[in-house]
C-alpha cells in the first residue's frame, strides 16, 4: 500500500515539459560553433567520409550552416526573371501596357519641350482627324497570348487614342521625327482592315464613257431602273451673213433672241408624258433635276423593270440623282440633304396569315 502511494506521488511530481529549453542568443553561437556534424562511409568514393547534406537551407544562414555542404553541392541560383510583371500571369499584356505608358510619357515631354503641349481647345479642334482603326479583341488576344477581357481592351486602346493625339500634333507640327516613331508603334497595334473599314460609307465615283454619259442603277420597292444621261450638246450654228449694225445694237438695246434647249426623257423608249399619265408619278422624277438647278440640262434615257408606276417612278428619280452627282460633283451635297441619293427601303408590308391584308382583318360576323 505505501509503494502504491509513492508511485502516485511520484507520478504527480513528475513533469512533462515537450518544449525545448531557452537558450540565450550568446550561448547558442557557442554551441552551433561546437557542434559536429555526423560522418557516413561511402565505398564508392575510397572509403572515405563525407559530410552530409543540410536540406531545406534558405538565405541568410549562418557560415556553421554552410559547412555541411561540400562546394560542389551546392545547389545553383535561379536566375531572375527577364520580366518585372512574370508571376502575374500575364507578363505580356502588363508588359506591352507599360511600354506604351512610357511611350506615351516620352511624347508628352517632348512636345512639351517643344511648346506643344498644353494645347488649347479650340486649336486641338482645328487639327486634322487622323482616323485609326484598332485590332479587335480577337486579334489582340493573339499578340497579348491572354485572354483580352472587354476591360483589358478598354484600357489598350484609351492609350493608343492618347498615342494617336500626340501623333497628331506632331504630324501637325511638322515635327517628323517623332511622328515618325509614334508612328511605328501605332501601326503596331492598328487592324489589317482599315482601308476596308475607311472605305465603308463611301459612295463610288461614276465612271464616264467616252461620249460623257453616266450611267447609274436606281431602285425602290421591287423596281429597279438602268439610267443613261449626256449633258445636252448645242447645234452648231451656220455663220450668217454680217449685216450693218443699227442703232440699237450700237447702244445695246436690241433684243437678241434667247437660245433655250430642249431635253428629252425617255423610258423604255417612251417619252415620259406618254409612260407615266400620272402627273404625281412624272413630278417625282423631274424632281431632282429641279432641286440641282438643271432643268433641261440633260438627256436621259432609261430602263425600268418591274413593279408599278409608282415604284418605277421613284426607281428613276434615284438613278437620275446618282446621275447628276457623276456629271457634277458639287451636286451631291445637295441632293443628300433633300434625300434624293439614298434608296427609300420603305417596302410592301407581306400579308398575314387569316388576316385579309397586312393589318386588315375579315369582318367579325356573330352567325
Not at 199 to 208: E, H, I, N, Y
Not at 222 to 251: D, G, K, L, N, Y
Amino acid at each position: 500500500m505505501s509503494l502504491f502511494r509513492h508511485s502516485l506521488r511520484c507520478f504527480a511530481h513528475r513533469s512533462y515539459s515537450t518544449t525545448r529549453p531557452f537558450v540565450p542568443p550568446a550561448q547558442l553561437h557557442a554551441l552551433n560553433q561546437g557542434f559536429r556534424a555526423p560522418q557516413s562511409f561511402h565505398p564508392a568514393d575510397g572509403g572515405g567520409p563525407r559530410r552530409m547534406k543540410r536540406k531545406g537551407r534558405r538565405e541568410g544562414d549562418d557560415d556553421a550552416a554552410t559547412a555541411f555542404e561540400e562546394p560542389g553541392d551546392r545547389s545553383r541560383a535561379k536566375a531572375p526573371p527577364s520580366s518585372p510583371s512574370f508571376y502575374t500571369g500575364r507578363a505580356i499584356y502588363y508588359d506591352q501596357v507599360i511600354q506604351l505608358q512610357t511611350a506615351i510619357s516620352h511624347a508628352r515631354s517632348a512636345l512639351t519641350t517643344l511648346q506643344l503641349l498644353p494645347l488649347p481647345s479650340f486649336a486641338r479642334e482645328s487639327l486634322p482627324h487622323l482616323r485609326a482603326v484598332w485590332k479587335d479583341q480577337a486579334e489582340m488576344t493573339t499578340d497579348f497570348q491572354s485572354k483580352m477581357t472587354t476591360s483589358r481592351y478598354r484600357k489598350v486602346t484609351s492609350l493608343l487614342n492618347e498615342l494617336n493625339d500626340y501623333l497628331r500634333i506632331a504630324s501637325t507640327a511638322g515635327c517628323t521625327d517623332l511622328a515618325a516613331a509614334i508612328g511605328q508603334i501605332v501601326t503596331m497595334f492598328e487592324s489589317g482592315k482599315k482601308d476596308a473599314f475607311l472605305a465603308r460609307g463611301k459612295r463610288k465615283t461614276v465612271p464616264l464613257d467616252s461620249y460623257g454619259r453616266s450611267y447609274t442603277l436606281g431602285k425602290r420597292k421591287t423596281s429597279s431602273a438602268r439610267v443613261w444621261m449626256i449633258p445636252v450638246q448645242e447645234a452648231a450654228q451656220a455663220p450668217q451673213p454680217q449685216e450693218p449694225e443699227s442703232i440699237e445694237e450700237i447702244f445695246g438695246i436690241a433684243n437678241t433672241p434667247q437660245v433655250t434647249t430642249t431635253s428629252t426623257i425617255l423610258v423604255n423608249n417612251i417619252p415620259l408624258a406618254e409612260y407615266f399619265p400620272l402627273p404625281a408619278d412624272r413630278e417625282r422624277i423631274v424632281r431632282p433635276l429641279k432641286v440641282a438647278g438643271v432643268l433641261g440640262a440633260y438627256n436621259v434615257f432609261a430602263l425600268t423593270r418591274g413593279g408599278g408606276t409608282t415604284g418605277q417612278s421613284g426607281a428613276l428619280a434615284h438613278g437620275i440623282a446618282k446621275g447628276l452627282a457623276a456629271h457634277e460633283p458639287e451636286l451631291e451635297v445637295l441632293l443628300r440633304r433633300a434625300k434624293l441619293m439614298r434608296r427609300d427601303p420603305r417596302m410592301v408590308e407581306r400579308k398575314k396569315t387569316g388576316m385579309a391584308k397586312a393589318r386588315k382583318r375579315y369582318t367579325w360576323v356573330k352567325r
